[in-house]
């Protein structure tokens, strides 16, 4: 609509009611109450309806950028000029709120896939897909936001989403909204991999542990925090490239699902190697451990989408950690180191005891990334 149309449709009789100087019938009151638009069948049936959505939203938020054959071309796959070890990463993206305090679907579906390639060492990565899957019935500007965080999101990174694909769902048969992400991402050095750690290397986490899974909890539960919890969701590739450009990094980790207690029970497992650990050494924020305790929840075991867990030469812990700091992670510090003995398992020192740390088991926190 354009601006003197919009002026027009805010016109008013003398009793205060809206009148038709459109010429159409229509008017302001009528717009007001009109039904919100909603994603139809057609949307994702392949034909006028799914080519004017593709169009209008999809190429208006991520457009083209370096790859010889881009979105744009709308042909089946896009064409892209790569030397080098590439990185390859997948993963679909559900979560129940799908805008959370903090964040939303669409934001974490980007970070999340950029962090998966950070993690191998792919710290600029080259191209991201798009596939996304809508229930018939969700509201359109639900998608509409969604796909503004994933630009928005992509944009930060310097990422272009060169193809993607849309599909529509009956109603009842997914939950609003779905997201696939690939990704393929240059290694610039070594891959990073936790069979790569060695006997007194340092554990580093880059920030507070916790605070995604226990906001997202929080908002399905109604609680409110009072604004003190909030999602950590970003791209960490930033504070990758800082981290191994100050030292050497043997392997690194985004701890999602299961939290950093699975994070280090999978180095644990890859290194064949025990890790010890200081619990008061890690970062938790009092709103995470509030919402903890009220939810019955270990912080420990709670899903992260902004935080990198780090293996690290010794003698080159600290200058990482100084980096991470410089590279905006003022909370990173060093948690534990790796052992000798205790071959696979993680020993937790609670500062009045030391027990193992198990991985998470069975589905605790269902739909939170």
Do not use: W
């Not at 559900?94 to 792919?122: H, K, Q, R, Y």
Request: hydrophobic letters at 45%; one cysteine or more; proline letters at 5%.
């Amino acid at each position: 609509m354009s601006e003197n149309a919009e002026t027009d449709a805010e016109e008013t009789n003398a009793d205060g009611a809206a009148e038709d100087t459109t010429g159409d019938g229509a008017t302001a009151d009528d717009a007001a109450d009109a039904p919100e638009a909603v994603i139809d069948a057609g949307v994702g049936a392949g034909g006028g309806r799914m080519r004017e959505f593709v169009e209008s939203e999809i190429l208006a938020r991520f457009g083209d950028g370096s790859a010889r054959v881009g979105l744009g071309a709308l042909e089946d796959g896009s064409v892209h000029s790569v030397e080098g070890d590439i990185v390859l990463t997948t993963d679909t993206h559900v979560v129940d709120p799908p805008v959370f305090p903090g964040g939303d679907i669409g934001e974490l579906a980007i970070s999340g896939t950029v962090n998966d390639l950070a993690m191998m060492g792919a710290t600029d990565p080259i191209a991201l897909t798009c596939g996304l899957i809508v229930e018939a019935g969700t509201p359109e500007s639900l998608v509409t936001d969604v796909l503004d965080s994933m630009a928005a999101a992509a944009d930060r990174v310097g990422v272009e989403i060169s193809t993607g694909d849309t599909k529509v769902m009956g109603a009842g048969e997914i939950d609003r909204i779905a997201i696939n992400t690939t990704g393929i991402g240059r290694v610039t050095g070594e891959p990073l991999q936790a069979a790569r750690l060695e006997a007194g290397d340092r554990i580093v986490v880059s920030g507070p542990i916790g605070e995604h899974g226990l906001a997202v909890l929080s908002a399905r539960e109604g609680f409110d925090f009072g604004g003190d919890l909030a999602s950590d969701v970003a791209p960490v590739n930033d504070l990758v490239r800082a981290a191994m450009a100050a030292g050497t990094v043997r392997t690194a980790t985004d701890p999602t699902r299961g939290g950093l207690a699975m994070a280090l029970n999978e180095f644990a497992s890859s290194a064949d190697a025990g890790i010890a650990v200081e619990e008061r050494a890690i970062p938790i924020s009092e709103a995470a451990s509030a919402a903890g305790e009220v939810l019955g929840i270990e912080p420990l075991d709670v899903a992260n989408e902004g935080v990198a867990v780090f293996g690290v030469a010794p003698d080159d812990a600290d200058a990482v950690v100084d980096a991470l700091r410089e590279a905006g992670a003022p909370d990173a510090t060093i948690v534990g180191e790796v052992l000798t003995d205790h071959p696979g398992r993680v020993v937790l020192d609670t500062g009045i005891g030391r027990r193992y740390l198990a991985e998470p088991t069975g589905e605790q926190l269902p739909r939170i990334c």
